[in-house]
């Protein structure tokens, strides 16, 4: 815990209790706690993006609910938890350790990616990520990747969810939207998270007034789609995030080249991706 006064005042009353628990927690809070967890992002041949953490061994003593959190785990979207087992114990994982939420975030990876493609495989498993989002711990890889596959998931509630959580993490600074623009833009190339989708979560945080946190986001994940040949689906979804794109670009005045644009703009036709990719390069251009 980073604030000593108040974890030594609870680990007094943790003493107090006389009890074996109570004696370890007061050792826990006096020792600092949970430190030195360290995640790591990669991304597999397959262009998958993942993030791994190793065995925390710190969380041993503690009840088995704390030892799963503590266990080694690979967050991707090949692995999938019993959605049953996932709706009781996520909703806690928050208040277990309120100041890791990369440690949370990990495990509900493999909950959140394959939402975006099943949508009975865990209802609600977004609600959570708001909470995440409050919490006094840092954010890193693992934040940002189950956000990004939170915003393309197949329930709009989860989606809002998600969307609520990166308005959060936004306001207090703990956003990385280079590293959010990088998932989302692995996401939609293999096909984990629908361009549709994921311009109807950015449209909805754009239109609370945050344009320039979406247009920071879209300026880096766009650039991956606009050169992937597209299905008539992914197309139509493409058409639609760069008209969010536009509606950010004029609003915030910003200027610049994002790569790929110009061939598509340059496209016959007056279909709505080619009509979006000429309003978005103008805005860009100033004119």
């Given at each position: 815990t980073t604030?000593?006064?108040?974890a030594e005042a609870a680990a007094e009353r943790a003493a107090l209790l006389g009890t074996p628990e109570g004696r370890r927690l007061a050792d826990w809070l006096r020792?600092?706690?949970?430190?030195?967890?360290?995640?790591h992002r990669a991304v597999t041949d397959r262009t998958t993006p993942v993030v791994r953490s190793g065995e925390i061994t710190a969380l041993h003593m503690f009840p088995l609910a704390f030892r799963e959190l503590g266990s080694p785990a690979l967050g991707s979207h090949h692995r999938c938890w019993c959605a049953a087992t996932a709706a009781?114990?996520?909703t806690h994982w928050p208040a277990l350790l309120p100041e890791h939420p990369e440690l949370i975030s990990l495990r509900l990876i493999q909950h959140v990616l394959p939402c975006a493609r099943y949508p009975e495989k865990d209802p609600d498993v977004c609600s959570v990520l708001p909470l995440l989002a409050q919490s006094p711990g840092a954010s890193g890889p693992a934040t940002?990747?189950?956000?990004?596959?939170?915003?393309g998931v197949q329930r709009q509630e989860d989606?809002?969810?998600?969307?609520d959580a990166l308005l959060l993490l936004a306001a207090q600074k703990k956003l990385d939207p280079g590293a959010l623009a990088t998932d989302l833009g692995a996401l939609m190339l293999i096909g984990i998270v629908a361009p549709s989708r994921l311009a109807e979560s950015l449209g909805t945080a754009a239109s609370t007034g945050a344009y320039r946190t979406v247009w920071t986001v879209?300026?880096?994940a766009l650039p991956p789609l606009l050169s992937k040949d597209l299905s008539p689906a992914e197309s139509r979804g493409l058409g639609e995030l760069l008209t969010v794109a536009a509606e950010c670009a004029e609003r915030t005045g910003a200027q610049g080249v994002i790569p790929g644009l110009d061939p598509i703009a340059a496209r016959r036709g007056s279909s709505r991706l080619v009509s979006q990719a000429r309003r978005l390069r103008a805005a860009l251009a100033g004119t």
């Amino acid at each position: 815990t980073t604030d000593r006064a108040a974890a030594e005042a609870a680990a007094e009353r943790a003493a107090l209790l006389g009890t074996p628990e109570g004696r370890r927690l007061a050792d826990w809070l006096r020792t600092g706690g949970l430190t030195g967890t360290v995640l790591h992002r990669a991304v597999t041949d397959r262009t998958t993006p993942v993030v791994r953490s190793g065995e925390i061994t710190a969380l041993h003593m503690f009840p088995l609910a704390f030892r799963e959190l503590g266990s080694p785990a690979l967050g991707s979207h090949h692995r999938c938890w019993c959605a049953a087992t996932a709706a009781v114990q996520q909703t806690h994982w928050p208040a277990l350790l309120p100041e890791h939420p990369e440690l949370i975030s990990l495990r509900l990876i493999q909950h959140v990616l394959p939402c975006a493609r099943y949508p009975e495989k865990d209802p609600d498993v977004c609600s959570v990520l708001p909470l995440l989002a409050q919490s006094p711990g840092a954010s890193g890889p693992a934040t940002s990747l189950v956000v990004a596959g939170g915003l393309g998931v197949q329930r709009q509630e989860d989606r809002i969810a998600a969307v609520d959580a990166l308005l959060l993490l936004a306001a207090q600074k703990k956003l990385d939207p280079g590293a959010l623009a990088t998932d989302l833009g692995a996401l939609m190339l293999i096909g984990i998270v629908a361009p549709s989708r994921l311009a109807e979560s950015l449209g909805t945080a754009a239109s609370t007034g945050a344009y320039r946190t979406v247009w920071t986001v879209l300026r880096d994940a766009l650039p991956p789609l606009l050169s992937k040949d597209l299905s008539p689906a992914e197309s139509r979804g493409l058409g639609e995030l760069l008209t969010v794109a536009a509606e950010c670009a004029e609003r915030t005045g910003a200027q610049g080249v994002i790569p790929g644009l110009d061939p598509i703009a340059a496209r016959r036709g007056s279909s709505r991706l080619v009509s979006q990719a000429r309003r978005l390069r103008a805005a860009l251009a100033g004119t």
